[in-house]
Protein backbone atom coordinates (compact mmCIF):
# COMPACT_ATOMS: atom_id res chain seq x y z
CA UNK A 1 0.00 0.00 0.00
CA UNK A 2 1.59 3.48 -1.12
CA UNK A 3 0.11 4.87 2.14
CA UNK A 4 2.02 2.48 4.52
CA UNK A 5 5.16 3.23 2.00
CA UNK A 6 5.13 6.69 2.77
CA UNK A 7 4.72 6.28 6.11
CA UNK A 8 7.85 4.05 6.35
CA UNK A 9 9.85 6.59 4.80
CA UNK A 10 8.77 9.00 6.60
CA UNK A 11 9.43 7.06 9.91
CA UNK A 12 13.00 6.72 9.09
CA UNK A 13 13.98 10.11 7.70
CA UNK A 14 11.74 12.06 9.84
CA UNK A 15 10.26 15.23 7.96
CA UNK A 16 10.89 15.94 4.50
CA UNK A 17 10.02 18.36 1.83
CA UNK A 18 7.46 16.99 -1.06
CA UNK A 19 10.46 16.96 -3.17
CA UNK A 20 12.67 15.22 -1.17
CA UNK A 21 9.81 12.26 -0.60
CA UNK A 22 8.95 12.14 -4.07
CA UNK A 23 12.86 11.64 -4.81
CA UNK A 24 12.72 8.74 -2.12
CA UNK A 25 9.20 7.30 -3.51
CA UNK A 26 9.54 7.34 -6.76
CA UNK A 27 5.81 7.74 -7.43
CA UNK A 28 4.38 10.10 -9.90
CA UNK A 29 3.72 13.48 -8.48
CA UNK A 30 0.10 13.73 -8.00
CA UNK A 31 -0.42 10.07 -6.75
CA UNK A 32 2.03 11.18 -4.12
CA UNK A 33 0.57 14.25 -3.58
CA UNK A 34 -3.04 12.35 -3.02
CA UNK A 35 -1.69 9.56 -1.11
CA UNK A 36 -0.02 12.19 1.33
CA UNK A 37 -3.54 14.16 1.68
CA UNK A 38 -5.23 10.61 2.06
CA UNK A 39 -2.87 9.39 5.33
CA UNK A 40 -4.78 10.00 8.13
CA UNK A 41 -1.10 9.92 9.99
CA UNK A 42 0.52 12.23 7.41
CA UNK A 43 0.25 16.15 7.94
CA UNK A 44 1.91 18.28 5.81
CA UNK A 45 2.53 21.82 6.47
CA UNK A 46 2.84 24.43 3.48
CA UNK A 47 4.95 27.72 3.93
CA UNK A 48 3.40 29.44 0.38
CA UNK A 49 2.51 32.54 -0.18
CA UNK A 50 -0.68 32.27 -2.51
CA UNK A 51 -0.77 35.27 -4.98
CA UNK A 52 -2.30 35.86 -7.64
CA UNK A 53 -1.05 34.80 -11.32
CA UNK A 54 -2.58 35.28 -15.10
CA UNK A 55 -2.66 32.31 -17.24
CA UNK A 56 -3.84 31.54 -20.64
CA UNK A 57 -5.18 28.16 -20.22
CA UNK A 58 -6.87 29.08 -17.13
CA UNK A 59 -10.68 29.87 -17.79
CA UNK A 60 -10.96 33.28 -16.47
CA UNK A 61 -7.29 33.97 -16.86
CA UNK A 62 -6.87 33.71 -13.16
CA UNK A 63 -5.34 31.24 -10.52
CA UNK A 64 -2.91 30.60 -7.91
CA UNK A 65 0.70 31.08 -7.95
CA UNK A 66 2.48 28.41 -7.01
CA UNK A 67 0.69 25.59 -8.65
CA UNK A 68 -0.48 23.15 -6.66
CA UNK A 69 2.56 20.93 -7.90
CA UNK A 70 5.12 23.66 -7.16
CA UNK A 71 3.26 23.84 -3.57
CA UNK A 72 3.81 20.59 -2.67
CA UNK A 73 7.22 19.89 -4.44
CA UNK A 74 8.66 22.86 -2.94
CA UNK A 75 7.01 24.62 -0.07
CA UNK A 76 5.31 22.14 1.42
CA UNK A 77 7.05 19.90 4.40
CA UNK A 78 5.63 16.48 5.23
CA UNK A 79 5.99 14.60 8.25
CA UNK A 80 3.95 11.89 10.76
CA UNK A 81 2.11 13.21 13.61
CA UNK A 82 4.40 11.49 15.92
CA UNK A 83 6.61 14.40 13.97
CA UNK A 84 5.19 17.57 14.86
CA UNK A 85 7.94 19.27 16.62
CA UNK A 86 10.34 18.48 13.85
CA UNK A 87 8.01 18.92 11.31
CA UNK A 88 7.17 22.73 12.38
CA UNK A 89 10.95 23.12 12.15
CA UNK A 90 11.62 21.82 9.02
CA UNK A 91 9.08 24.24 7.67
CA UNK A 92 10.56 27.45 9.24
CA UNK A 93 13.79 26.50 8.12
CA UNK A 94 12.21 26.17 4.80
CA UNK A 95 10.54 30.05 5.48
CA UNK A 96 13.62 31.47 6.24
CA UNK A 97 15.93 30.12 2.80
CA UNK A 98 13.13 31.01 0.75
CA UNK A 99 13.18 34.72 2.27
CA UNK A 100 16.73 34.55 1.97
CA UNK A 101 16.82 33.61 -1.48
CA UNK A 102 14.11 36.16 -2.10
CA UNK A 103 16.92 38.71 -0.71
CA UNK A 104 19.73 37.03 -3.01
CA UNK A 105 17.67 37.75 -6.18
CA UNK A 106 16.71 41.15 -5.24
CA UNK A 107 20.42 42.04 -4.75
CA UNK A 108 20.91 40.39 -7.71
CA UNK A 109 18.23 41.86 -9.82
CA UNK A 110 19.99 45.23 -8.26
CA UNK A 111 23.67 45.55 -8.71
CA UNK A 112 22.51 44.16 -12.48
CA UNK A 113 20.47 47.25 -13.03
CA UNK A 114 23.47 49.55 -11.43
CA UNK A 115 25.63 47.91 -13.25
CA UNK A 116 24.43 48.61 -16.89
CA UNK A 117 23.80 52.41 -15.47
CA UNK A 118 27.38 52.56 -14.62
CA UNK A 119 27.97 52.27 -18.66
CA UNK A 120 26.27 54.82 -19.62
CA UNK A 121 26.82 58.39 -20.56
CA UNK A 122 23.24 59.63 -20.01
CA UNK A 123 23.17 57.91 -16.92
CA UNK A 124 21.89 60.81 -14.61
CA UNK A 125 19.13 61.40 -17.44
CA UNK A 126 18.02 58.27 -16.98
CA UNK A 127 17.53 57.99 -13.56
CA UNK A 128 15.53 60.99 -13.43
CA UNK A 129 12.95 60.16 -15.93
CA UNK A 130 12.81 56.53 -15.31
CA UNK A 131 12.16 54.06 -12.44
CA UNK A 132 12.72 50.38 -12.05
CA UNK A 133 10.11 48.12 -11.00
CA UNK A 134 10.39 44.92 -9.95
CA UNK A 135 7.80 41.58 -9.78
CA UNK A 136 7.00 38.18 -9.33
CA UNK A 137 8.19 35.78 -6.76
CA UNK A 138 10.52 38.02 -5.19
CA UNK A 139 8.04 40.50 -4.08
CA UNK A 140 6.56 37.84 -2.38
CA UNK A 141 9.49 36.32 -0.53
CA UNK A 142 8.52 33.05 -2.57
CA UNK A 143 11.58 32.69 -4.98
CA UNK A 144 12.89 29.15 -5.33
CA UNK A 145 16.17 27.87 -7.03
CA UNK A 146 15.28 24.78 -8.43
CA UNK A 147 16.30 24.26 -12.11
CA UNK A 148 13.79 24.73 -15.14
CA UNK A 149 14.24 25.56 -18.69
CA UNK A 150 14.62 29.19 -19.74
CA UNK A 151 12.01 30.35 -21.67
CA UNK A 152 13.88 31.08 -25.36
CA UNK A 153 16.77 28.92 -25.17
CA UNK A 154 15.83 25.99 -22.77
CA UNK A 155 18.58 25.71 -21.27
CA UNK A 156 18.67 25.22 -17.46
CA UNK A 157 18.13 28.58 -15.02
CA UNK A 158 18.06 28.96 -10.96
CA UNK A 159 14.36 28.83 -10.09
CA UNK A 160 12.63 31.77 -9.90
CA UNK A 161 13.01 34.84 -12.75
CA UNK A 162 13.20 38.37 -11.76
CA UNK A 163 10.74 40.47 -14.01
CA UNK A 164 11.80 44.09 -14.39
CA UNK A 165 9.71 46.77 -15.81
CA UNK A 166 11.59 49.99 -16.63
CA UNK A 167 8.85 52.70 -16.76
CA UNK A 168 10.28 56.21 -18.88
CA UNK A 169 9.14 59.46 -19.21
CA UNK A 170 7.30 60.21 -22.37
CA UNK A 171 10.30 63.09 -23.21
CA UNK A 172 12.99 60.65 -22.72
CA UNK A 173 15.31 60.87 -25.94
CA UNK A 174 14.89 56.93 -27.76
CA UNK A 175 18.80 57.14 -27.95
CA UNK A 176 19.13 56.81 -23.93
CA UNK A 177 16.21 54.45 -24.01
CA UNK A 178 18.26 52.36 -26.43
CA UNK A 179 21.77 52.49 -25.13
CA UNK A 180 20.39 51.41 -21.89
CA UNK A 181 18.53 48.29 -24.09
CA UNK A 182 21.35 47.22 -25.38
CA UNK A 183 23.59 47.85 -21.76
CA UNK A 184 21.00 45.79 -19.59
CA UNK A 185 20.96 43.03 -22.91
CA UNK A 186 24.25 42.62 -22.33
CA UNK A 187 24.26 42.31 -18.30
CA UNK A 188 21.27 39.90 -18.79
CA UNK A 189 22.85 37.87 -21.12
CA UNK A 190 26.20 37.56 -18.78
CA UNK A 191 23.85 37.15 -16.03
CA UNK A 192 22.28 33.93 -17.50
CA UNK A 193 25.76 32.07 -19.01
CA UNK A 194 27.59 32.57 -15.67
CA UNK A 195 25.31 32.38 -12.97
CA UNK A 196 22.60 30.63 -14.00
CA UNK A 197 19.67 33.65 -13.49
CA UNK A 198 17.13 34.72 -15.59
CA UNK A 199 15.81 38.56 -16.04
CA UNK A 200 13.10 39.43 -17.93
CA UNK A 201 12.88 43.00 -18.70
CA UNK A 202 10.65 45.64 -20.54
CA UNK A 203 11.09 49.12 -21.75
CA UNK A 204 7.78 50.71 -21.59
CA UNK A 205 6.60 54.56 -21.48
CA UNK A 206 4.31 56.43 -19.31
CA UNK A 207 2.28 56.77 -22.22
CA UNK A 208 2.23 52.50 -22.99
CA UNK A 209 1.20 52.38 -19.05
CA UNK A 210 -2.03 54.69 -19.60
CA UNK A 211 -2.86 52.63 -22.66
CA UNK A 212 -2.90 49.54 -20.88
CA UNK A 213 -4.53 50.57 -17.87
CA UNK A 214 -8.07 50.39 -19.85
CA UNK A 215 -7.50 46.18 -18.47
CA UNK A 216 -9.59 44.98 -21.93
CA UNK A 217 -7.35 42.14 -23.05
CA UNK A 218 -5.20 39.44 -21.67
CA UNK A 219 -1.55 41.39 -22.05
CA UNK A 220 -3.13 44.36 -21.03
CA UNK A 221 -4.26 42.44 -17.60
CA UNK A 222 -0.72 41.03 -16.99
CA UNK A 223 0.76 44.22 -17.22
CA UNK A 224 -1.52 45.88 -14.60
CA UNK A 225 -1.06 42.67 -12.79
CA UNK A 226 3.00 43.14 -12.76
CA UNK A 227 2.33 46.95 -12.23
CA UNK A 228 0.28 46.49 -9.48
CA UNK A 229 2.10 44.45 -7.37
CA UNK A 230 5.33 45.48 -8.33
CA UNK A 231 8.20 47.45 -5.93
CA UNK A 232 10.75 50.00 -6.80
CA UNK A 233 13.78 48.28 -7.63
CA UNK A 234 16.09 51.37 -8.53
CA UNK A 235 15.52 54.72 -10.36
CA UNK A 236 13.04 58.05 -9.63
CA UNK A 237 10.66 57.67 -6.92
CA UNK A 238 8.52 60.46 -8.51
CA UNK A 239 7.36 58.06 -11.40
CA UNK A 240 7.04 54.93 -9.46
CA UNK A 241 4.40 56.75 -7.43
CA UNK A 242 2.80 58.02 -10.23
CA UNK A 243 1.94 54.68 -11.77
CA UNK A 244 1.03 53.69 -8.74
CA UNK A 245 -1.70 56.27 -8.51
CA UNK A 246 -3.11 55.40 -12.53
CA UNK A 247 -3.34 52.19 -10.92
CA UNK A 248 -5.51 53.15 -8.81
CA UNK A 249 -7.28 55.80 -10.12
CA UNK A 250 -8.60 53.16 -13.20
CA UNK A 251 -9.51 50.87 -10.30
CA UNK A 252 -7.04 48.53 -10.99
CA UNK A 253 -6.11 47.02 -7.32
CA UNK A 254 -9.71 46.01 -7.30
CA UNK A 255 -9.90 44.44 -10.42
CA UNK A 256 -7.22 42.17 -9.75
CA UNK A 257 -8.16 41.39 -6.22
CA UNK A 258 -11.76 40.78 -7.32
CA UNK A 259 -9.77 38.30 -9.74
CA UNK A 260 -7.44 36.53 -6.67
CA UNK A 261 -10.69 35.69 -4.64
CA UNK A 262 -12.19 33.89 -8.33
CA UNK A 263 -8.92 32.30 -8.36
CA UNK A 264 -8.88 31.39 -4.87
CA UNK A 265 -12.58 29.61 -4.97
CA UNK A 266 -11.48 27.84 -7.83
CA UNK A 267 -8.08 26.58 -6.09
CA UNK A 268 -9.96 25.12 -3.16
CA UNK A 269 -12.44 23.49 -5.28
CA UNK A 270 -9.60 22.28 -7.25
CA UNK A 271 -7.79 20.54 -4.44
CA UNK A 272 -11.43 18.73 -3.07
CA UNK A 273 -11.93 17.62 -6.79
CA UNK A 274 -8.35 16.10 -7.58
CA UNK A 275 -8.18 14.49 -4.12
CA UNK A 276 -11.42 12.43 -5.64
CA UNK A 277 -9.65 11.77 -8.93
CA UNK A 278 -9.52 7.56 -9.44
CA UNK A 279 -5.76 6.26 -11.12
CA UNK A 280 -7.94 5.42 -14.20
CA UNK A 281 -9.13 8.73 -14.92
CA UNK A 282 -6.67 10.78 -17.55
CA UNK A 283 -9.12 13.91 -17.73
CA UNK A 284 -10.28 16.16 -14.98
CA UNK A 285 -10.83 19.88 -15.65
CA UNK A 286 -8.49 20.83 -12.58
CA UNK A 287 -5.56 19.47 -13.77
CA UNK A 288 -4.72 22.83 -15.53
CA UNK A 289 -3.85 23.85 -11.79
CA UNK A 290 -1.75 20.59 -10.59
CA UNK A 291 0.18 20.67 -13.90
CA UNK A 292 0.27 24.36 -15.06
CA UNK A 293 2.49 24.84 -18.29
CA UNK A 294 4.64 27.49 -16.51
CA UNK A 295 4.89 29.57 -13.52
CA UNK A 296 5.26 32.89 -15.27
CA UNK A 297 4.03 34.41 -18.07
CA UNK A 298 5.50 36.91 -20.45
CA UNK A 299 5.85 40.57 -19.28
CA UNK A 300 4.01 43.35 -21.31
Not at 50 to 78: I, K, N
Not at 138 to 150: F, G, N, W
Not at 280 to 285: T, Y
Request: hydrophobic share 40%; glycine share 4%; charged share 30%.
Amino acid sequence: MPEKAIAAILAETGPLTGAQLLERSRMEVFSLWQTCHRTPSVRLISAAKRFLRLDRVVQGFARLSPSVRREFLTYTCVGLDSQIPALEAKIEALREETQRISRNKLSTARDCVISALEALQDKNILLEKACFVIAGDVVYDMSHIVSRPEKSTGEMVRGSDLDIVIVVEDDLSQEIVRAFDAAFHKRKHLLLVNDREEIDYLIKSLSRVRQQLQFDVFSSMVACKILDEGRLLYGNPEIYQTVKRLLVEQGIPEKLRNLEQKASASRELAEVRLLEVRPEESQCEYFDLFYTHAEEDEIY
